[in-house]
């Protein structure tokens, strides 16, 4: 009886598989918001004593970031608008106290690269043309206050880039990572391709020089370390995470798409070259330092691959020459996430590992439903575009953000920049999600060296973005699996 009754349950799960037809927008919105209605479940502002924007234990504030970056996404792809007062309402109540993201609530445990995920989610805000907040605070505003801070923190220790944390109570604080250098590379970039405003790319390329010259980038391969150490320059973290070549790869896509300069151009093709290598197996996304052989993946790193697929989505509308590859790859992925939900008690709880194919009852979470969404609505990304992008283009330093441009004396000393002084107030986090971000099984090299950086930061006259008009064509629904998902409501 009861091993018949779970051939029963095994046969439904099966039938319940979302079989996605990434060629048809009624498939990918139903089953996109199958799994956005999974992705909810965690949701803690929706439970009783919860906190708008936050989401249950053991999801941190960054998690929170990727998720609503990602219901950004579901809105303007899907055009449902289902969740879009639960989602506007949470980056509403989280854009922190001066709008800049420092939330006061996570004051004593917020790294960088915590910032820069909410500040890429308001800039998604800001692109898609998500609803504003009524108070007249933009979200393009609130991601600009956030670079601000952002680069208020960069210090000369290994000739530039800011530290993986804010407070220098937390662990961390010694070491210079490249999710959240890449997170100031890729913000600049999209800054500067959506405002023209220079001064951030002149923070773009200051970002990529440094990035460049301190081992963080592997020269032959394009492939990004994880970090450095600031007491030993040289000693460099060399894990693969997807979500830092996402952040190259978009930075330099976006850069290419604003300035027409060949050499963002070829940056962002080795990117892609090197991230369509390391990060995918047949065409199928996955996060090769913690699932190659056996799945080790901690809660953070289960959420990488959708931030991943984001950054590729966006690089795929603003560099046409990467388009198709990009969206085949997506695509692929897609078509195997969606294989992967058709577990848990909704029957479309999705699962970590994609290569299988299979929901495997055991890696489920928050992360998994980020990273299943994601790519599934990143296949579609060519049906919507990266806009509003700059009329006109400013050569000058707005007045209220002339402190922002990189001073010429940061890099004519090696003296580390007084100004990034942590504030002594801020108490250790014991339970901070930073601390697991990077694994305790640090491989070092001693092969790179950092350079010094030049004095000079060239700054080529931005020309006029390039016009990129995506393929906005449907293809008819599918309704067979349409009764099937109507099948699968039924027996939820
Ligand atoms: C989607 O359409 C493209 C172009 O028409 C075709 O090559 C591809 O095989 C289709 N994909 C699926 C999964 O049907
Ligand atoms: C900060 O935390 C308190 C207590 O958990 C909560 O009531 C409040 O809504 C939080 N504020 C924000 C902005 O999340």
Avoid at 31 to 38: N, V
Avoid at 76 to 87: E, N, P, R, S, V
Wanted: charged share 15%; proline share 3%.
């Amino acid at each position: 009886m009861f091993s018949s009754l779970l051939s029963l349950v095994s046969l439904i799960t099966l039938v319940l598989a979302l079989d996605l037809d990434p060629n048809s927008s009624q498939s990918v919105n139903s089953d996109s918001k199958l799994i956005a209605k999974g992705l909810l479940d965690y949701y803690a502002g929706s439970h009783y004593g919860g906190t708008i924007g936050m989401f249950v234990q053991p999801y941190y504030w960054w998690h929170a970031g990727a998720a609503w970056n990602t219901l950004v996404e579901y809105w303007a792809i899907t055009g449902d608008d289902t969740y879009l007062d639960t989602t506007r309402q949470a980056l509403i109540s989280q854009r922190g106290e001066k709008y800049d993201l420092m939330v006061a609530n996570f004051s004593t445990s917020e790294g960088n690269d915590d910032q820069g995920v909410w500040a890429l989610t308001m800039m998604a805000a800001a692109e898609r043309g998500f609803p504003e907040a009524n108070d007249g605070h933009t979200w393009l505003d609130v991601a600009k206050n956030a670079f601000a801070t952002m680069v208020g923190r960069w210090d000369l220790h290994c000739g530039g880039g800011v530290r993986w944390q804010i407070f220098s109570s937390n662990n961390g604080y010694d070491y210079k990572n490249s999710v959240s250098n890449g997170a100031v590379f890729s913000l600049a970039a999209r800054l500067y391709y959506n405002t023209g405003e220079k001064v951030y790319l002149e923070w773009a390329e200051t970002a990529w020089e440094w990035l460049w010259n301190s081992g963080l980038i592997e020269h032959d391969t394009y492939r990004v370390n994880d970090g450095l150490d600031v007491d030993d320059c040289s000693k460099i973290t060399h894990f693969l995470w997807s979500y830092n070549a996402g952040m190259l790869q978009s930075g330099t896509a976006y850069l290419f798409a604003a300035t027409g300069d060949n050499d963002w151009d070829t940056r962002a093709r080795n990117f892609w070259s090197s991230g369509k290598n390391v990060f995918f197996d047949n065409k199928i996304m996955l996060e090769i330092a913690c699932q190659q052989d056996s799945i080790t993946c901690n809660n953070d790193q289960r959420t990488f691959k959708g931030i991943y697929a984001n950054l590729l989505g966006l690089t795929a509308e603003v560099h046409p020459g990467l388009a198709d590859e990009i969206i085949d790859y997506l695509t692929t992925s897609a078509k195997a996430a969606a294989n992967t939900c058709s577990g848990g008690s909704d029957g479309h709880t999705c699962s970590l590992d994609w290569v299988s194919q299979k929901y495997d009852g055991n890696w489920i979470g928050l992360g998994e439903q980020i990273s299943a969404l994601s790519v599934i609505l990143n296949s579609q990304a060519l049906k919507v575009h990266a806009a509003p992008r700059a009329k006109q283009n400013q050569n000058s330093v707005p007045s209220d953000q002339a402190d922002l441009a990189p001073a010429q004396s940061l890099f004519s000393s090696a003296a580390p920049s007084s100004s990034a002084a942590p504030s002594s107030s801020a108490a250790p986090s014991s339970s901070s999600a930073q601390d697991t971000r990077v694994s305790s099984a640090v491989i070092v090299s001693s092969s790179a060296k950092p350079t010094t950086l030049s004095t000079q930061v060239a700054v080529p006259a931005p020309t006029e973005p390039a016009q990129y008009t995506g393929d906005g064509s449907d293809v008819a629904a599918g309704l067979g699996l349409l009764a099937l998902l109507g099948l699968g409501v039924i027996l939820m």
